[in-house]
């Protein structure tokens, strides 16, 4: 596994030519992508970039919003196969998206067989240019509260999601947050089966003193910052499956946002240092 910086997931939505120096300079050995933003600059740019501070393109996150009407999702496939050239062009080979937990209009059978059939044409391009699509699940039992209908907020019920869509490429991206807060465990990284299941992983922490079941969602901390989260049995999870993707800092930490993009690699990168597997 590589430590991966995703500029985004630490309140700096920077360009790649001002985050991949400071990338280099901190230590990391891959960089995350928002297409969006990053697919404006010509390929080639990208690739120059890349190869001039010894990074690699770690992955990037679904541009297609499947989350609203039928006509923003058409919308975003419009253009989906352009995006996805672009990452392969640039040596990507990972991509991922999450999954709400809930719903307040549709039934779990419902929203299951809307989310088959929106995913299953992304994955579909993606397999056709040799990527993997990792699915993200949301554990916090705080997100289903008082919500209408749940939704899949677990790993079984994410990799049942996976086995439906039916490509080849599907896997999960396993997150420690939520991976914890779900109530999985070290041993459930065996129903993976393999290291090619994992897309990517994501780091953090969480805040002290707050129940499990009152955690929210997007207030974190930096990964090690608190000890709360069980992130050395995921990492252990991690490396006894062989897993060789990136890993990435995603804190939401909001101290992060009010300082300086260097300063704030500078810290993130020495807080994962601090929690990586000797």
């Known amino acids: ?7 985004d997931c630490i309140g700096h939505p920077v360009t790649l030519d001002a985050s991949a120096p ?11 992508l928002k297409l969006e933003r990053d697919a404006q600059m010509p390929v080639e740019r990208t690739r120059a970039l890349l190869k001039e501070y010894e990074l690699r393109a770690a992955g990037f996150g679904l541009t297609v919003d499947y989350r609203k009407d039928e006509a923003t999702y058409e919308r975003g496939m419009e ?12 040596g990507i080979t990972r991509c991922i998206s999450w999954i709400i937990p809930f719903s307040e209009s549709l039934s779990f059978e419902e929203n299951f067989a ?16 040799g990527m993997q699509f990792g699915l993200e699940f949301l ?28 490509t080849k490429n599907m896997g999960i991206l396993m997150d420690v947050w939520h991976w914890d807060l779900a109530g999985q465990c070290y041993e459930d990284f065996r129903k993976l089966g393999n290291e090619k299941r994992i897309v990517a992983a994501h780091i953090m922490d969480a805040p002290a003193g707050i129940p499990p079941e009152e955690q929210e969602d997007r ?15 995921f990492f252990q999870g991690l490396t006894d499956l062989g897993y060789t993707g990136p890993v990435l800092a995603e804190p939401f930490e909001k101290s992060l946002e009010k300082i300086s993009f260097e300063e704030a690699v500078k810290i993130v990168s020495a807080s994962i240092d601090q929690v990586w597997p000797k």
């Open 114 to 129: 809307l989310h088959v059939k929106s995913l299953r044409p992304v994955a579909e391009i993606l397999e056709h240019y």
């Open 219 to 233: 207030v974190r901390a930096l990964p090690g910052s608190t000890g709360v989260l069980r992130i050395g049995e």
């Open 22 to 32: 400071v990338a280099k300079k901190y230590g990391f050995e891959g960089i995350w």
């Open 139 to 166: 554990g916090p039992p705080k997100l289903r509260r008082n919500v209408k209908y749940e939704f899949i907020h677990d790993l079984d019920g994410m990799l049942t999601l996976c086995e439906a869509i039916g």
């Open 1 to 7: 596994m590589y430590k991966t910086l995703a500029p």
């Open 79 to 90: 253009d989906w196969e352009a995006y996805v050239r672009y990452a392969k062009e640039c």
